[in-house]
Each structure stands twice: as C-alpha cells, then as structure tokens.
C-alpha cells in the first residue's frame, strides 16, 4: 500500500520513515508525489487543537492527491506558560528572531527568555503528536505525548525543534541526545505513528 505523507519538514521525515520500515506499507512524500506548494497551506494548522490541525491537514491533501493520506501536527506546551505555545510551536519566536537566527535556534532562545524567571520544579513541559489517517472510507486520529522540564541552556546534537532543551529527568538526558531509534520509543510522535500504522495494518489486514 502506498501511504502519502504531508509533511514537508525532512526532519520529521527522518523519524518517521524508519518506523514503517518492515510494513508492506510504502511512505511518498509531498515531493515524491510533486505536490507543488500552494500558500493556502500556511492556514490549515488553524486551530488549537494538535488532533484538528492533523485531520485537517490530512483531509486537504486527500482531497488534493485522492491518494491514502498521513499528516500529523506536533508541538510543545510549556506549563509555565498555560501550556503554549501548543500547536503554535514553529511560529512562537517573533519573524525578525527567527530570520535572524533560523527557526529552531530562535524558538529556543524566545523560550528560555519567556520563561527566564521559572524556577527548576515549574518548568515542566509535554510534547504532543497527533497522526491523522485519512482513507476514502475512513479516517483516525491518534495521539502521543512525552513528559519533560526544560533546561537553562540546549544540550545535545540530534533531533529538532526544541529537543535540545526538552530534558527526561528519568534518562538525565535531552531528546537531542538521544539516536533516531531511542526517540522514537519514547516520543510523542514514536507513540502516535506506531498506533497509526498499527491500525493501518490491522485495516489492510496485514
Ligand atoms: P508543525 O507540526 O510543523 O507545526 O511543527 C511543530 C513544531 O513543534 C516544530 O517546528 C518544533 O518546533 C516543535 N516540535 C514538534 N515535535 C518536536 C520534536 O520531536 N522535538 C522538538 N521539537 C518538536
């Protein structure tokens, strides 16, 4: 079966590819498929809800490619903050940060500055995943999330995004030190895509 995914973030791609590895389910990407990109995109993660932006995202290019669709929408939720900036974790630096300093190195600046004051037992944070299937007959939504406390400064090489400061208490390591597979056992989006293709399997019969 092939299985299109609406990602086009290549770090994500990376996390996810290897967990369908031995599945008789084939990923594409949007560039695979030559979906060209369309501004209209930037709008569909519009809600503040990880599930609707998925199913959302999944649903347009469904409609678009008429092909089996996954998308997923992820993010962090800081405590200390009410649990921002949630679905709104790309863009929570301010434009002139992040084209100064990329997107990921200016999220993790703007979220150390917000949260400067926060004392160690109040810096709790979650990531969150949700996966969207959308088939012509059916679709599912399925959630992941990791428990974490964010550092002073970032540690560690791998991963994206905010794994430098998303510390595990339990491992004494960051997710940007963890390997590709270490993550994905124990990540938001390890837990919602191994549910994903679990389903798909079972569906399919496989
Ligand atoms: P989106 O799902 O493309 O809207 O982007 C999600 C954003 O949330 C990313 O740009 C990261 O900033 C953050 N994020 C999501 N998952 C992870 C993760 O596994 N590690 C670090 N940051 C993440």
């Known amino acids: 079966m092939k299985l299109a995914m609406a990602t086009r973030n290549p770090a994500k791609l990376r996390e996810i590819e290897p967990l369908f590895r031995d599945t008789p389910i084939r990923l594409a990407t949007l560039a695979d498929l030559d979906v060209e990109q369309r501004p209209e995109e930037e709008h569909l993660e519009a809600f503040n809800s990880f599930a609707q932006n998925a199913l959302a995202k999944a649903e347009y290019f469904h409609d678009r490619t008429g092909l089996p669709m996954m998308a997923e929408d992820s993010g962090i939720r800081v405590d200390a903050l009410n649990g921002e900036p949630g679905p709104r974790s790309k863009r929570f630096a301010p434009p002139e940060m992040q084209a100064e300093y990329g997107v990921d190195r200016a999220n993790n ?3 150390l500055r917000q949260i400067r004051d926060v004392a160690d037992e109040q810096r709790t944070a979650h990531f969150h995943c949700a996966v969207a299937v959308v088939l012509d007959q059916e679709s599912r ?8 406390v964010i550092l002073y400064e970032p540690r560690g090489e791998s991963g994206f995004g905010y794994d430098p ?3 595990l208490p339990e491992r004494g390591i960051t997710t940007a ?13 390890g837990q919602a895509m191994r549910a994903a293709r679990d389903w798909l399997l079972e569906y399919l019969g496989a």
């Open 165 to 167: 400061l998303f510390y």
């Open 141 to 148: 939504v399925f959630g992941g999330r990791v428990d974490g």
């Open 177 to 189: 030190e963890l390997t590709v597979e270490q993550k994905n056992e124990i990540s938001h989006r």
């Open 109 to 111: 600046l703007y979220l």
